[in-house]
T-cell receptor, first 117, second 107 residues
Framework: NAGVTQTPKFQVLKTGQSMTLQCAQD?????MSWYRQDPGMGLRLIHY???????DQGEVPNGYNVSRSTTEDFPLRLLSAAPSQTSVYFC????????????????FGSGTRLTVV | QQQVKQSPQSLIVQKGGISIINCAYE??????FPWYQQFPGKGPALLIA?????SEKKEGRFTISFNKSAKQFSLHIMDSQPGDSATYFC??????FGAGTILRVKS
């Protein structure tokens, strides 16, 4: 039982390049989400999904795309990387009901540290 | 649009002391109040959580106190240890997190 697996762990991109951050979970969780973590800013929600085929925007969605074709995978795409997207990215998953406060915590991956130069 | 305001930003406590981190929320629809602990290079992990129908929950050295009328909840770490040094996040439902508190426990 691996939990939430994120790849790669580290990545350096040049401005304007595109890439996909991978996220996979093996807990059969319905909810998956992407956060970015910046010093002093906490965890800010980028996009989230409540199930396969359903995605929605979070607080900071600009410059990012997501899709959810399976329950297990939730990739995050950077369309044209910018230095402002330098951050640590976390993927998280949870059982159904987390959004409505049924007491299910989130399981986080170990993060991807992205630098855009 | 932080719906959860956390304080302080950083905290230094002597070994054996009490660490207290506070969180204030705005959305009265929140009905689950967790705290997460994050060590350097790791993702956050659920530490302890409370529902608003109780005022306090204790798990070992960690206690959540909840004040519904003031829309605040706090994390108390009793007998703080150097191994507790980490970043702590409060959160509400609807996938929102506080800005985090960096705790350092001095031995």
């Amino acid at each position: 039982n691996a939990g939430v697996t994120q790849t790669p762990k580290f990545q350096v991109l040049k401005t304007g390049q595109s890439m996909t951050l991978q996220c996979a979970q093996d807990m059969n969780h319905e909810y998956m989400s992407w956060y970015r973590q910046d010093p002093g800013m906490g965890l800010r929600l980028i996009h989230y999904s409540v199930g396969a085929g359903i995605t929605d925007q979070g607080e900071v969605p600009n410059g990012y795309n997501v899709s959810r074709s399976t329950t297990e995978d939730f990739p995050l795409r950077l369309l044209s990387a910018a230095p402002s997207q330098t951050s640590v990215y976390f993927c998280a998953s949870s059982r159904r009901g987390a959004l409505s406060g049924l007491g299910y915590g989130y399981t986080f991956g170990s993060g991807t540290r992205l630098t855009v130069v | 649009q932080q719906q959860v305001k956390q304080s302080p930003q950083s905290l230094i406590v002597q070994k054996g002391g009490i660490s207290i981190i506070n969180c204030a929320y705005e959305n009265t629809a929140f009905d689950y109040f967790p705290w997460y602990q994050q060590f350097p290079g790791k993702g956050p992990a659920l530490l302890i959580a409370i529902r608003p129908d109780v005022s306090e929950k204790k798990e070992g050295r960690f206690t959540i106190s909840f004040n519904k009328s003031a829309k605040q909840f706090s994390l108390h770490i009793m007998d703080s240890q150097p191994g507790d040094s980490a970043t702590y996040f409060c959160a509400g439902t609807k996938l929102v997190f506080g800005a985090g508190t960096i705790l350092r426990v001095k031995s």
